[in-house]
């Protein structure tokens, strides 16, 4: 018998701590299955950040940073100085990489760090209890914008990916979701050019990765996968943004 | 072996350079900004890594990432700089990360201004940032004791897998004397910690993250037994005219030399004076100065800063003899003329009244 679907060897037995429908276990399922494929576990080093994902060092057979609150793109940057041919990949949310680690993302970007992110965008503050994010949606309901994130007030959400394609240091950057089986191959897929880039010396790459959050939105999974499809892709349209050799494409999807 | 003259500043870099140190992350503020500038050049010489952080947030986080990759790192700044380090030091100190980080510390609070000061030494000793934690913290007094100290600094942080800090101040980091250079035997300790990739072993993780209550006490419980043994290790201090004193002054770095020249004056009047200059300021010198004191009629403690050592004095003599203070604020030194006045108050039998 021929095994055709298996557990990736970069995941650990340990199950996800996820709220159901939350779709973290996805995608850390891609970039463990990305790892696998390249072979890369023993010569891979990740970065961890603050928020739902806090834990994936217990998720991941490989060596791993904690790093603090919006700081990780800047601990890869030394991991990777210290360990120029290891592949180094830093993993984070949008409270933390477009909020409180805005700075640290945008130069590890400019600086052109041959760094691997990705950036899991579910639109909230999950792990602290649902407030809003810089990427939360006008109008949407959090537990510090209760009556709707009020434009005037709080602002626009931050579009990550356009904002970071514009430095020259940034080699590659796409914006993809999880939300259905087609999308979570798109998603692989760029996954996939994101670890190659930096294998190939090529520079920073990002992938940006829209994902539910069934629990802080109050929606029941099913419905929340719909929400993200119907609210955040309008606001946030999938493509790649950025990529090593050909100019920017700012429509369309992943290949 | 031949002597060249140094600025503070590119001492420190150097003697991190002869210490093995090949990594540097920093940000340029006054008046530390000489040591990037020498570290850009002479790691460039060595096949090290300069990187100029996007902030001092940033350059404490690579410090962070470089130090758990295995690599002997330095990062610096000046007092508004080191503030802004406090975040990442703390979890430099619960993940056990051996980084050296440089102080040269000018006016407060806020932006202050450039001039040298000693207002930082709460913040250095005391903790500085969240958590129960300390730092190693050095205070030289000279150009060549910054060279010495910082060479023991690496080998202290990889002993300890720990953060070590060198307290200087503006007036250090920007005057030249001649130092010593010379070779250095590094001996960095196998880390068999640091992330370098999972092959052949199990993975390794750098972390100050302990979510169970009962783990994050073990935790810190053993962490608490490793602070009380780099305490007990690691106390160093000077001693100048001391054995016969009957006035005591303490002070360190640049306050100790400017304390040392009024010394050399009282006892030119017959005034019988002396004083204890701390190095380590964590671990202070808690019992060599009790034991000192107990020969003096009075002590007097001078600082640049309101008084902040002026506490651990207290607390090392508790109560057995006056202690008094003199200090100067926001960048202004005190003169030899100044503490020479205050020890003659004191010699009358008054009380100095800073």
Redesign the interface.
Same mark, same amino acid.
């Given at each position: 018998m021929v095994k055709v679907f298996e557990r990736p060897k970069s995941l650990t037995e340990k199950p996800f701590h996820y709220c159901p429908g939350c779709t973290h276990g996805i995608i850390h399922r891609l970039v463990a299955e990305t790892i696998d494929e390249l072979g890369i576990r023993e010569t891979t080093i990740g970065v961890g950040p603050v928020g739902c994902s806090v834990f994936i060092y217990e998720y991941m057979d490989l060596d791993f940073h904690q790093a603090s609150h919006g700081r990780a793109p800047a601990v890869a940057t030394g991991v990777k100085r210290v360990h120029p041919d290891k592949t180094v990949f830093v993993y984070q949310g949008d409270g933390d990489l477009a909020a409180i680690g805005t700075a640290e993302i945008v130069h590890a970007a400019a600086r052109g760090e041959r760094i691997t992110v990705i950036f899991v965008n579910n639109a909230i503050y999950g792990m602290t209890g649902g407030q809003m994010a810089p990427t939360t949606l006008v109008g949407m309901e959090t537990t510090t914008s209760p009556f709707g994130r009020n434009k005037e007030t709080q602002g626009s959400p931050v579009r990550v990916s356009e904002m970071l394609s514009t430095l020259d240091g940034a080699a590659y950057v796409a914006r993809v979701s999880v939300h259905d089986p087609k999308h979570v191959i798109q998603a692989k897929k760029a996954i996939r050019k994101a670890f190659d880039n930096q294998m190939n010396g090529v520079g920073f790459s990002l992938v940006e990765v829209l994902s539910t959050c069934p629990t802080n939105w109050g929606l029941h999974p099913i419905e929340a996968t719909k929400w993200l499809a119907d609210n955040m892709i309008p606001y946030y349209p999938l493509g790649e943004f950025k990529v090593p050799t050909a100019p920017a494409k700012v429509e369309g999807e992943v290949e | 072996m031949a002597k060249i003259l140094m600025k503070g500043n590119e001492a420190v870099g150097e003697a991190a350079v002869m210490a093995g140190c090949r !990594?540097f #992350?920093g940000y340029p503020i006054t008046p530390q900004s000489e040591l990037p500038h020498y570290m850009v050049k002479r790691l460039a010489e060595v096949g090290g890594?300069f =990187?100029q /952080?996007?902030?001092e947030?940033? +350059?404490v986080?690579?410090? #962070? *990432? /470089? /130090? *758990?990759?295995? +690599?002997r790192?330095m990062t610096s700044s000046s007092s508004p700089g080191i503030s802004l380090k406090q975040? *990442?030091i703390s !979890?430099l100190a619960g +993940?056990e990360l051996p980084v050296v980080i440089v102080n040269i510390m000018r006016g407060g609070p806020g932006l202050g201004n450039i001039q040298p000061t000693q207002s930082d030494y709460f913040q250095a000793t005391k903790g500085g940032g969240h958590g129960d934690y300390n730092l190693i913290v050095l205070a030289p007094a000279s150009v060549q004791e910054i060279v010495d100290l910082t060479i023991d600094a690496f080998d202290l942080a990889d002993k300890y897998r720990n953060p070590v800090m060198i307290l200087g101040d503006g007036v250090l980091g920007q005057m030249m004397e001649p130092v010593e250079i010379r070779e250095v035997q590094v001996n960095v300790p196998e880390k068999t910690w640091a992330?370098?990739?999972?092959? *052949?072993r199990k993975?390794? =993780? @750098?972390?100050? =993250?302990y @979510?169970v209550a009962e783990r994050c006490e073990e935790h810190n419980l053993r962490l608490q037994a490793k602070f009380k043994q780099m305490a007990k290790d690691n106390i160093r201090y000077e001693d100048y005219l001391a054995d016969d004193a009957e006035i005591l002054l303490v002070a360190y770095g640049t306050s100790a030399r400017i304390a040392k020249g009024a010394i050399d004056r009282a006892r030119e009047q017959g005034i019988k004076v002396g004083l204890v200059r701390p190095i380590s300021l964590w671990p202070f010198p808690y019992e060599h100065l009790a034991e000192v004191a107990q020969k003096v009629k009075s002590v007097l403690v001078v600082e640049m800063s309101a008084g902040q050592m002026i506490e651990d004095v207290r607390l090392a003599l508790n109560g057995s003899k006056p202690v008094d203070f003199y200090g100067r604020l926001g960048g202004m030194l005190p003169v030899t003329s100044e503490i020479l006045r205050e020890i003659e108050k004191l010699a009358k039998g008054g009380r100095s009244n800073g």
């Open positions: - | !990594y #992350f890594v =990187l /952080a996007e902030s947030i940033g +350059a986080n690579m410090s #962070f *990432g /470089a /130090a *758990g990759s295995g +690599a790192v975040e *990442g !979890y +993940a992330t370098t990739g999972a092959k *052949g993975p390794n =993780l @750098i972390n100050s =993250l @979510i």
